[in-house]
């Protein structure tokens, strides 16, 4: 987040239907013990902004996102926890599994978002 604002600006964000409707329920947001609220408002101040733009997808299972990503199921974090998979080349060699968390990248910058 950038204030009110999507700090990616030019990045379509993806996350898993099962996980949407758990932290963007605002009844699931009031059933929560204290403290853990501000966690579902995280999750809603930072991909409102995303969703309000038009730069959100959501997405349902495993399948390839964008050529060479391929999200796994791996609920139990949370409802809708994914992984994903890049592959290198079309053999299916070379990949590995990357966990993902939509509220904070390491070391993403705004140029890498735009490409």
Known sequence: MNGDSRY????TLRADQDDIDYWLDSANLEAAPE????????AMAS???????????VFEGP?????????????????????YRVESDD???????????YTYAPGASDEAASE
């Open 8 to 11: 990616f600006p030019n990045a």
């Open 47 to 57: 991909l409102n902004p995303y969703i309000e733009a038009g730069a959100f997808e």
């Open 91 to 101: 053999e299916g060699e070379g990949y590995e599994w990357l966990p993902v968390n």
């Open 35 to 42: 403290g853990q609220k501000g966690f579902f408002r995280g």
């Open 63 to 83: 399948q390839e996102l964008v050529p060479g990503i391929y999200s796994q199921a791996d609920p139990g974090h949370t409802p809708g926890h994914s992984t």
